[in-house]
């Protein structure tokens, strides 16, 4: 048990620079980066399971730790991304679960419970530590001719307050760069969002995959969103 959560500790860490385009985990991510809060989590249960060994609240963490990361994982899938890093850290968490669990100290239904408030907590607080979001409303506010638009091309659309100063760090940074790299692969085009705090940009090529990045993500996590949907064909 306490190898695997030290694994898990070494997983959560690396996922900072092993999956930089991780919309759960990586530079993406809205605020302080998840993998630096799960490699310090991780970090002190081993601390704590290796010094104390797997007392009732160690197992506590650990039940709690994998229902968070089930329900993080899968609000990434349920996004279209897949992250290997993410997957197999979550496999792991539950394998530590189950052992946990299987000791005579563990009080099966107080840690299920633990878990069950663990996860609600972080299905709540899912959208908000993510900045990949499932784009109904903005996608619904484009022009329908945009919206329908069946062409080639990967659309990247910027939605920005007017009275924002974030919207020309974004052309220059990442909306300029992409046209030079893609060229006519690459639509690109600005629309107000009136009333945003924060300016968002679309991708999509169809109406069926489209994501929406929240918040200022790195260059290639975008890039990322493009060249994937440019080496898919249209659903």
């Given at each position: 048990?306490?190898?695997l ?46 010094i104390?060994g797997?007392?009732r609240?160690v ?9 968070g ?7 990434l ?18 394998a ?20 069950a408030v ?5 299905q ?8 990949l ?25 910027l ?8 919207a ?45 990045f ?18 898919t064909p249209?659903?």
């Open positions: 048990m306490i190898v959560l030290a694994i898990l500790a070494l997983l959560a860490l690396g996922s900072v620079w092993i999956s930089p385009g991780c919309e759960s985990c990586g530079g993406a991510a809205r605020g302080p980066a998840i993998g630096w809060i799960g490699a310090i989590y991780y970090a002190a249960l081993t601390a704590l399971a290796s104390i797997p007392r609240f197992i506590d963490g650990i039940v709690a730790a994998f229902a990361h089930a329900v993080l994982t899968g609000h899938l349920a996004q279209g991304e897949f992250c290997w890093t993410c997957v197999i850290a979550m496999l792991l968490a539950g530590t679960a189950v052992i946990s669990l299987a000791l005579p100290q563990a009080g099966s239904m107080r840690h299920l419970a633990i878990g663990a996860a609600l907590a972080c709540a607080a899912a959208p908000a530590l993510s900045a979001t499932h784009p109904v409303a903005s996608f619904r506010g484009l022009p329908a001719s945009l919206r329908n638009d069946t062409a080639p091309q990967v659309k990247v659309v939605l920005a307050s007017p009275e924002g100063t974030e020309s760090t974004i052309r220059e940074s990442l909306l300029l760069p992409l046209q030079a790299e893609f060229g006519n692969r690459v639509v690109v085009r600005e629309f107000q969002g009136n009333g945003r705090s924060a300016p968002s940009i679309l991708v999509f090529r169809a109406c069926n995959d489209v994501v929406e929240r918040s200022i993500p790195p260059y290639s996590s975008l890039r990322g969103r493009v060249l994937s949907r440019l080496e249209p659903k």
